[in-house]
């Protein structure tokens, strides 16, 4: 006979027996939740990822914004990041991957630190986007602390051909500006100061080109 | 689910449904079959993924997905005219654009939903000349299940049941578009108590079993239903057997059981049945023997022994506890039989738990207000009761409270968790009954959130989920006053439901495997009349006093069947003065064991797969065990072989096939006189009219019961 | 100066940097006058009444009108939410991150009167991560608003509370899509939900919720200001109001221009966006963004650009925004642009839209290798049938729309494709031949 509570069970080395829980979040098997202690999560982004969890009825919604500070703390979504979130969520690492590995931000494999993103969609490839790609990854070429990346559509057709550097929009460009955009970007200085979006006017104020308004 | 009745038509058909139902079951109910891939209700909510089941509803101009299509009084819908076939061919073509076509290599070939749908709705030939996706061929999901990745079709049912059923949310979906896949964190194994669940519901050979690859295909293999008795929750099971040895353990959706799924044990744990140490002949001390040899000395030492002879029970069938009590009680004139590890409630108390009113029955859990855990962990003791529980509580909203000595896997969704210290256990579950009543004590937060559960107007259903060591820390009275505060008698779909420490233990106490109760729960001296006269003879020993009383040489012979008591029971020293002291030892096994090492005798034991018999479930569902793999050549069956004993010596009982033993039994037990044709959904006793036949509960009634110092019914008093 | 085809509503001072402060909104656009009027003299009914009657239709791409949808939540104190779609991630779309970059404050007052309309006490304005630029803008002005009273609790003492959080996506088209967006603003994979629950009914946290894009809640302050006759006014009778559209591709001042919807299409891709280089024709362009099929110059540049004019003609103004081809522009090659997009930004939740654009885009890519046969590009048009109302959303349709009418309008010309560059490969690598030089 097996007595299957207490004196243990029968056939002792099945996954059954493996269950141990002080869990306290209705449902999920909480053993699958690292502890704050296992992971030791740097105290600013604890913090930081608790202040998100506050901003939403649910500590769910601070998800990607949770994983946005493990990239800036870290460079990527390292596994151990994602650890660190989850123990602060007391969500599954697994759980924060799949949704990390969704979103083409979000980075589950080591990238540099300073990032390109060309749009290479339709407007800008009109305009040249893949020579503009080209160029840039030229530059990149074997500098592991730049990344750059076709992208889908940034939203700045008006600037065709245009990348996002270090997070800002920047055109419309051409191959032979990426060297100085990637020297800036790396010192540290303001990247093609007449490039950037944050500096155009309306469309419609511009002298036109030729005839028309 | 409302309930309340509709009228649709489905391809000119009526069919009458329960309104709310989805469209698909709905359908089925006519006799239309439309195909899903995503579509599982055992999962719960549908995500209307796959597409392949969209229909064509009157009045909507988009085709609908019929899983996720409530029906509704006076629905039309067509599922074969041309708009259909062709968006259910797109469907199938899609699908099979990444998929690989090796279905000649593939273990689910031939029982595999993809091949089925691609021949019954696909399109005869493929247009895909292109380049499908590649990840590395099967690799390790976890020790036991391999995963293919180019085979998955995106269906999301094994990611669903990582985070619907068993909650463990560590399977999921990484990346996106056609480049997600199935996967864990950082390619972890996937390690979990019911992960070989996934391989049943994967609709094509992504998820497929070590245990299982390349050892058979199905033409070439049988399915034999049966019952899972590696533990007390007693899952449906289906026996997958090739060249009379089971190769694969797959579930046998049984609702009133185990809801569809099946723990990891009861699947995997089939690699036993021919383990290096199973027993596969009879054995005379420790050398092999022949049969008769083995009957003969096996009598002859327990006739020598004069009656002064025991028996304990363990992993056994209903008939063969049946048949090993008249053995001992009839054949050698002895009463000392048991069942349990030590002594626990006693007759008069196992019959007022046994009254019908007072039982829950699985599926209780389901719809119950509040469920009450108490002295258990069900993952630990009946693995599949946890994800019932879980069930009640993600999807019907249903409370739960915790009250064990060490932390449960349930706490997690728990509103209220008591620990009490070892050994408390009697006194804390009458603190919580007179908690019930009003009291203020050290239980009156839990009694406050089981008070708290339900709408308030009808008495809460309250679903009381109790481990049997409860009953062994003398804590069944204070259960049955829970019982009465809770008001359990006489509210439908509430009741208690124990967690035995042994798989079998109500259909062995039933069938008489008691020192102090016969078949049926009946007195000895009614059930077997003359043949006891002295008070002593009356009232047998219960395990511990036999241990007891085989070291001090009182007793001389024992009998075992189906149990270790040098690995099942606590204090395993005192186990082996008293083996050593046995002057014979008789043991039925099913592996060599340190106890078969000091047995006289030892016959081979058939493991569930290969026995014939019945089994009753701890909420009084008897369900057939069938035989379903061959037995090792020199085994018998156990039934033959204890009849075979029985007339050695001298009580030829005549009984020595299933259904003759199964008749006695029968006729033994009043209450399951009308069970009869068990099939293979089994039948609960008290849902048949002979229930009224169990003994009645002849102690006072509830209110008046006095369960000592701090019995809630005078707290109750003094309270008012 | 702008030209007099433009009419500056929206955009309105938005030269003026300014405008992005809480001062220069009050200044310059008397800003949240309205606001305080709503909050202290109107009722939840009177203000759904002022935006049903405007006829304001969703400048998100549907075209709903915006009114209707903000009446169909319940009533009743449950919690209710407010998102403001700021996804924007349609190929040919930019107008609402000049919006969000221009006039942060216009979109936090629309928020603030629409959540009084749908008594949301929850409000969220779901960015795109790309847009850190304009998210950190909106951060500020949100900041500002809360400082000013004009969000928070007990709003302008009238006992109404409004939470406003930014929140920033991570890079996913398909978040734009509302269900979508309700599944990623709660901390999921953005895949999109089965409706029916509609949001309205159903959304975020399970509570009804009213969706709208940038633009469509920009719009609510001046409706509300001046009334639904004034806001009449603009527009067509059927697409009532002003529309900022943005142009691209193959014009010399590409941009967003704010027009009254129903001028002619060739007056706002000539005259405003400046029309196509130099010794250039315009080919085709997409009349509302990569999801609309496209038109050629003979059907659709002497349409009026409305949502009417353009849905007659087999295509829709969408987000609206245009995309124009002139006549370099390789439209198999376009085909494959436009289809890789898609593909890349399927959630893979539904099989039609997962596999449906991956196929499609091996099979263009077939085309232009030279690899194919024209019996292919029948298959492609197939495929995209199959795809068509068979997805759990309108992202696999928002492919084969597009997709389909290219093969079915220039037939000829990815035939041709397929034989020129069966002989010469190194066309396959860059099209158009030349890219046009970047003007402005
Ligand atoms: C794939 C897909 C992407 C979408 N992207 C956006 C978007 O970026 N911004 C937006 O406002 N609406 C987008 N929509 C439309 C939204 O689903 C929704 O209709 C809109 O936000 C409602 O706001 P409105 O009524 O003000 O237009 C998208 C729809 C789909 C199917
Ligand atoms: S592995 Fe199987 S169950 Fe899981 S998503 Fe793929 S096809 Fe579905
Ligand atoms: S079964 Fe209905 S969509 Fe998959």
Redesign the pocket.
């Known amino acids: 006979m097996s007595p299957v509570d207490g004196a243990g069970t029968s056939s002792p080395d099945l996954p059954v027996d493996q269950a141990v829980t002080e869990g306290r979040v209705p449902g999920r098997r909480e053993e699958e939740v690292p502890e704050l202690h296992e992971v030791d999560c740097p105290p600013q982004l604890r913090e930081r990822i608790e202040e998100l969890m506050s901003r939403y009825p649910d500590r769910r919604s601070a998800s990607i914004p949770a994983l946005w500070a493990v990239q800036e703390r870290y460079g990527w979504c390292t596994p151990e990041g994602i650890r660190q979130a989850a123990a602060v969520m007391r969500f599954t690492p697994a759980y924060l991957e799949s949704v990390a590995s969704f979103y083409d931000l979000l980075h589950t494999e080591p990238v540099g630190t300073h990032r390109v993103e060309v749009c290479t969609n339709i407007s800008c490839w009109m305009r040249g986007a893949d020579d503009l790609l080209a160029a840039f990854e030229a530059v990149a070429e074997g500098d592991d602390d730049v990344f750059v990346t076709g992208f889908e559509c940034l939203g700045a057709c008006d600037i065709a051909p245009m990348a996002a550097i270090g997070q800002r929009y920047y055109g419309p460009l051409e191959a032979a500006e990426a060297q100085t955009a990637i020297d800036q970007l790396k010192a540290g200085e303001e990247v093609l100061p007449e490039k950037a979006l944050a500096r155009r006017g309306l469309a419609g104020d511009a002298p036109s080109p030729g005839g028309a308004g | 689910m409302s309930g309340k009745e509709v009228t649709i038509v489905v391809d000119g058909r009526e069919i009458v449904a329960s309104e709310g139902e989805m469209l698909h079951d709905a359908a089925r109910k006519g006799d239309v079959e439309i195909p899903v891939f995503c579509y599982e209700p055992k999962l719960g909510d549908p995500v209307g993924a796959c597409r392949m089941c969209l229909v064509e509803i009157e009045g909507i101009p988009k085709l609908q997905t019929s899983c996720s299509t409530p029906v509704r009084d006076g629905m039309v819908v067509h599922t074969r005219t041309e708009q259909v076939k062709h968006a259910q061919s797109a469907v199938v073509e899609f699908l099979l654009v990444n998929h690989p076509l090796d279905c000649p290599v593939c273990d689910k070939g031939g029982e595999c939903p993809l091949q089925d749908i691609t021949q019954g709705w696909g399109p005869g030939q493929s247009r895909v000349i292109d380049e499908k996706r590649h990840f590395p061929k099967p690799i390790e999901l976890s020790p036991l299940v391999a995963i293919d990745r180019e085979r998955c079709i995106l269906c999301y049912r094994c990611v669903r049941f990582s985070q619907e059923i068993a909650e463990d949310e560590q399977l999921q979906l990484l990346e996106r578009g056609d480049r997600t896949f199935v996967g864990t964190f950082d390619e972890r194994p996937y390690v979990a108590p019911f992960h070989g669940n996934i391989t049943d519901i994967c609709p094509v050979g992504a998820l497929t079993n070590y245990t299982y690859r390349f050892r058979a295909r199905p033409w070439d293999i049988e399915q034999a239903g049966s019952v899972c008795t590696l533990c007390p929750s007693q899952c449906n099971v289906s026996f997958t057997v090739r060249d009379e040895k089971v190769k694969r353990v797959i579930t046998r959706d049984n609702h009133e059981v185990d809801d569809g799924w099946i723990c990891d044990r009861g699947r995997y744990g089939f690699e036993m049945f021919d383990a290096e140490e199973r027993v596969c002949g009879p054995r005379l001390r420790g050398g092999e023997t022949g049969w008769e040899t083995a009957i003969e000395s096996a009598a002859e030492g327990l006739r020598a022994a004069g009656g002064r002879v025991a028996a304990i029970v363990g992993d056994a069938s209903n008939e063969e506890g049946y048949l090993v009590q008249r053995l001992l009680r009839e054949a050698l004139g002895s009463p000392h039989v048991d069942s349990r590890p030590s002594r626990g409630a006693s007759r008069e108390q196992i019959v007022r738990l046994a009254q019908p009113g007072l039982a829950a029955k699985v599926s209780d859990i389901d719809g119950a207000d509040m469920v009450l855990v108490l002295g258990t962990d069900p993952l630990h003791s009946s693995p599949i009761l946890d994800l019932r529980v879980r069930k009640a509580i993600r999807r019907n909203g249903a409370k739960l409270a915790v009250a064990t000595e060490r932390p449960t896997a349930l706490d997690g969704g728990a509103e209220a968790i008591a620990r009490y210290a070892p050994g408390e256990a009697a006194h804390f579950v009458a603190e919580l009954a007179s908690a019930l009543g009003g009291a203020e004590n050290v239980a009156t937060p839990l009694a406050d959130a089981v008070r708290e559960a339900g709408d308030g107007a009808s008495p809460a259903k309250v679903v009381v989920i109790w481990g049997e060591r409860l009953a062994r820390d003398g804590a069944t009275d204070s259960l049955l006053a829970l019982a009465d505060a809770l008001g359990l008698a006489a509210t439908e779909g509430a009741g208690l439901l124990e967690i035995p420490d042994t798989t079998n233990a109500r259909g062995l106490r039933e069938a008489g495997c008691l020192p102090d109760a016969g078949p049926g729960l009946a007195e000895p001296n009614r059930a077997f009349g003359s043949q006891y006269d002295s008070k002593a003879q009356l009232d047998g020993k219960g395990t511990e006093e036999i241990r007891e009383a085989l070291e001090s040489g009182e007793l001389e012979g024992l009998v075992l069947f189906g149990v270790d008591p040098l690995r099942d029971f606590p204090d395993t020293p005192a186990w082996e003065a008293a083996l050593t002291a046995a002057n014979h030892l008789v043991v039925f096994s099913t592996f060599e064991t340190a106890t078969t090492a000091k047995a006289d005798v030892v016959f081979p034991l058939e493991t569930h797969a290969e026995k014939d018999g019945t089994v009753t479930h701890p909420d009084g569902r008897l369900q057939r065990v069938r035989p379903s793999a061959g037995r090792p050549d020199e085994v018998r069956s156990n039934i033959q072989v204890l009849a075979e004993l029985s007339a050695a010596l001298g009580h030829d009982t005549g009984i020595d096939s299933q259904p003759s033993a199964f008749a006695a039994l029968r006729d033994a037990v009043p209450f399951y006189a009308d069970i009869d044709d068990i099939g293979g959904q089994g039948i609960r006793w008290q849902e048949t009219p002979a229930a009224n036949a169990v003994p009645a509960d002849d102690s006072a009634s509830g209110s008046e019961r006095a369960v000592g110092p701090g019995s809630p019914d005078t707290q109750r008093e003094s309270a008012s | 100066m702008p030209h007099e085809l433009e009419k500056r509503v929206l955009l309105a001072h938005a030269e003026d940097p300014a405008l992005r402060t809480l001062e220069g909104y009050r200044r310059l656009a008397s800003g949240y006058a309205t606001q305080e009027k709503a909050y202290r003299e109107l009722e939840q009914d009177e203000i759904l009444k002022e935006l049903e009657d405007s006829g304001l239709r969703?400048?998100?791409?549907?075209?709903?009108s915006?009114g209707k949808?903000a009446s169909f939540l319940p009533r009743g104190d449950m919690a209710k939410y407010l998102c403001c779609?700021?996804?924007?991630?349609?190929p040919g779309?930019f107008k609402?991150r000049e919006l969000m970059q221009r006039n942060p404050h216009q979109l936090i007052e629309g928020i603030a009167i629409a959540a009084l309309a749908a008594d949301a006490g929850h409000a969220f304005i779901f960015i795109r991560g790309e847009y850190a630029e304009q998210a950190d803008i909106l951060d500020a002005a949100v900041a500002e608003a809360y400082e000013a009273g004009y969000l928070g609790t007990n709003i302008l003492g009238c006992h109404r509370d409004l939470e406003l959080v930014v929140h920033r996506g991570a890079g996913a088209?398909?978040c734009?899509?509302?269900t979508a967006l309700l599944d990623a603003l709660e901390g999921k994979r953005g895949n999109p939900r089965l409706k029916p629950p509609f949001p309205a009914v159903q959304g975020l946290y399970g509570g009804p919720t009213l969706?709208?894009?940038?633009e469509?809640?920009s719009n609510v302050p001046h409706i509300v200001r001046h009334g639904a006759e004034w806001f009449k006014g603009f527009g067509t009778e059927q697409s009532p109001g002003t529309k900022v559209v943005s142009v691209s591709g193959g014009v010399r001042r590409p941009g967003n221009y704010e027009i009254e919807l129903g001028i002619p299409t060739r007056e706002l891709i000539y005259d405003l966006a400046g029309g196509p280089e130099p010794g250039h024709e315009i080919k085709a362009f997409y009349p509302g963004g990569s999801s609309s099929p496209v038109l050629t110059a003979a059907e659709g540049l002497d349409l009026p650009y409305s949502f009417e004019a353009m849905a007659e003609a087999g295509s829709m103004l969408g987000?609206g925004s245009i995309i124009v081809a002139d006549d370099r522009v390789s439209i198999p090659h376009m085909a494959l642009r436009t289809a890789r997009f898609y593909h890349h930004e399927s959630c893979g939740k539904c099989a039609p839209c997962r596999e449906g654009t991956n196929w499609t885009v091996k099979m263009l890519e077939r085309v232009v290798r030279g690899e194919a046969t024209p019996m292919d590009l029948d298959i492609i048009s197939s495929v995209q049938e199959n795809i068509m109302g068979h997805c759990l959303?309108?992202?696999g349709d928002?492919m084969a729309m597009p997709v389909s009418a290219m093969v079915n309008k220039f037939r000829e010309e990815f035939e041709r494709v397929i034989e020129d560059a069966a002989l010469d490969p190194h066309l396959v690598v860059q099209a158009p031949p030349e890219t046009l030089g970047a003007s402005v």
Do not use: P, Q, W
């Not at chain 3, 969706?211 to 940038?214: E, K, L, M, T, Y």
């Open positions: 969703g400048r998100g791409g549907a075209g709903f915006m949808k779609n700021a996804d924007e991630s349609e779309a609402d088209y398909i734009g899509e509302e969706i709208n894009n940038v469509t809640l987000s959303c309108v992202l928002s």
